[in-house]
């Protein structure tokens, strides 16, 4: 009896910091996110306006496939930012002489999530559109200047997420490839924005049956626990980079929760206190790891839950609700 009580008084600790370390994530989540937001809006709001203008002042915008968005083409788009600015520095204050004008139509391009600008400045403009389930999400920005044509590019600003890492990939890729990194830190917040909603959307769809929710500020790591059955169910998804919409490493394990008095004292008087009976081992649910490494999170939530009372009902056969 002694004991049950201790094991009892442990549980009740543990629930304890659990709620406690829950709340803690949880502000942290809130304050990171607010912080991001408050520091980029000003920016956002500023670059976006830019955005617009160029893009209302286009006479043309072309959509690229394929080999078409090559080198280049990108030496081109940055030929016509320095001509223009090197136009217009030469046009001194308050002369109205129209200099020649090198290129006569102003272009935007498209490729895929991507539309890329010439702004004032002998700067390049690119917008990220991205979308989840065919839906429109959020749009980010990043600007690359360099001080002539043949001198090799940098960053200026942008306003992707601070936890996402786009001066790694500056140093990696822009220097050598600048048509990579573009591509790169396009993959990097399609792929960030795709992993945050598949989230979002099993909390709105199934939020009754999720106890616990933790993850990691890119979304590469998640941890949920369902608790509206017999058994308490743990998932831990972790993803190979930073541009993966599906988890690599997967681990759903299954807790009994409940368990019969008949079952109970049906287990060896030797094998209880050592981990069977009051604190099961738990079991592996190989066929909810399937789901999760080949589909959505979405569909693979539905997909586990549906099979999961036979599974439990299979491997824990003594275990009843309350």
Known sequence: MGEVNYLREEDV???????????????????AERLSRDSDKSIFDRLQKEFEAARASQTQELILKGEQWNDGL??????????EAERKAMQMPGDTTQLPIPFHDKITYKVGNKVICCLDGARIGIQYDTSFAGESCDLYHCVLESKSFLEKMTVLEHTVPFFLPIREAENE???????????????LL?????????????????????????HSLPYHMIEFVIEDFDSKVTVSLRYADLISTLPTG?????????????????????????GVGSHPIPARLTYAEDALRTMSLPEAYAEIVLNLPRALQDMFPHTRST
């Not at 960030?192 to 959307?201: G, I, M, P, S, T």
């Open 13 to 31: 600790k543990l629930d304890a910091v659990r709620a406690r370390f829950s709340n803690v994530l949880k502000r942290h989540s809130e304050l």
């Open 74 to 83: 990108l030496a081109t788009i940055r030929e016509r930012v320095h001509m």
């Open 173 to 187: 890729f822009l220097s050598s490839n600048a048509i990579r990194f573009i591509d790169h830190v396009g993959d």
């Open 190 to 214: 399609q792929a960030y924005v795709d992993r945050r909603e598949q989230v979002r959307l099993i909390k709105e769809l199934y939020g009754n049956q999720i106890g616990e929710l933790y």
């Open 250 to 274: 997967v681990s759903v394990l299954a807790w009994p929760m409940h368990q019969s008095k008949k079952s109970s004292d049906k287990i060896a008087p030797h094998l209880k206190g050592n």
